[in-house]
């Protein structure tokens, strides 16, 4: 088998500066690809009300966990 040793990579710059690390895409998406939010998304689910009695419950629960951990 014919192996190839490759030089590691390594990038430098100004210290002073922030580190921000941009990603470019290598093709260009299709602008029908971004309109509109995406059809899966949990950011709904994250900001919709909670029943009160749910939580308490789960506040109940966490509780009564962490004092048997203690």
């Not at 040793?5 to 093709?27: A, C, H, M, S």
């Amino acid at each position: 088998m014919d192996e190839i040793d490759l030089e590691r990579t390594e990038i430098t710059g100004n210290q002073e500066l922030p580190k921000v690390l941009y990603i470019v895409p290598w093709q260009k998406s299709d602008p029908g690809d971004l309109m509109g939010k995406p059809v899966n998304t949990l950011l709904d689910e994250v900001l919709a009300p909670i029943d009160r009695g749910e939580f308490v419950r789960q506040v109940r629960y966490y509780d009564e966990l962490r004092e048997r951990q203690e």
